[in-house]
T-cell receptor
Framework: DAMVIQNPRYQVTQFGKPVTLSCSQTLNHNVMYWYQQKSSQAPKLLFHYYDKDFNNEADTPDNFQSRRPNTSFCFLDIRSPGLGDAAMYLC??????????????FGSGTQLSVL | AQSVAQPEDQVNVAEGNPLTVKCTYSVSGNPYLFWYVQYPNRGLQFLLKYITGDNLVKGSYGFEAEFNKSQTSFHLKKPSALVSDSALYFCAVRLEYGNKLVFGAGTILRVKS
């Protein structure tokens, strides 16, 4: 019954080696979000897609990119991971980001380790 | 800028006792307030939200939250805690005319039998 699916659950990469995290959804939601959550901290929004429109947060480093080839899939690309990028990465969806009372549906997250 | 504060890093409660997890917010307009719960190694799950209307909002798993505009608070409550309620709880706020959800730092709830 999983509705927002993130793969892999754990990802280990090397310092500076590009890595891609995946998210898929079966909800047919318009909006997909990527959050970064470091240990004992609040999730921080990196960017989101409203359909095909990409919306980057002002403080998201250029090292982080995203792709959404279709409604169901969204990818987070980290071009040159640093030690500070080790975190849990959460994908979420909502029907419409312009409706301010919309709730988000989260995946289980990908825990990224950088060696 | 909108923000959310959860003043307690951790709340400890005995099973069967009432619980409260505190949240205060700061926004320039009318707030839309949310509570999410995160179990170990899982994503966040929606618990409840306040949009407008009654100040007492009821949500999933027997949780409720009280919106207090004068105190700018949105505390999460449950009359009788269960051990299975032990998790990390996040309060979040969204501006009436914005679309960014801002989370608090989270509060660990530990319920002991």
């Amino acid at each position: 019954d999983a509705m927002v699916i993130q793969n892999p659950r754990y990802q280990v990469t090397q310092f500076g080696k590009p890595v891609t995290l995946s998210c898929s959804q079966t909800l047919n939601h318009n909006v997909m979000y990527w959050y970064q959550q470091k240990s004992s901290q609040a999730p921080k929004l990196l960017f989101h897609y409203y359909d095909k429109d990409f919306n980057n947060e002002a403080d998201t480093p250029d090292n982080f990119q995203s792709r959404r080839p279709n409604t169901s899939f969204c990818f987070l690309d980290i071009r040159s991971p640093g030690l500070g990028d080790a975190a849990m990465y959460l994908c979420a969806t909502s029907r419409d980001s312009r409706a301010t009372n919309e709730k988000l549906f989260f995946g289980s997250g990908t825990q990224l380790s950088v060696l | 800028a909108q923000s959310v504060a959860q003043p307690e890093d951790q709340v400890n409660v005995a099973e069967g006792n009432p619980l409260t997890v505190k949240c205060t917010y700061s926004v320039s307009g009318n707030p839309y307030l949310f509570w999410y719960v995160q179990y170990p190694n899982r994503g966040l799950q929606f618990l409840l939200k306040y949009i407008t209307g009654d100040n007492l909002v009821k949500g999933s798993y027997g949780f409720e939250a009280e919106f207090n505009k004068s105190q700018t608070s949105f505390h999460l409550k449950k009359p009788s805690a269960l051990v299975s309620d032990s998790a990390l709880y996040f309060c979040a706020v969204r501006l009436e005319y914005g679309n960014k959800l801002v989370f608090g730092a989270g509060t660990i709830l530990r319920v002991k039998s």
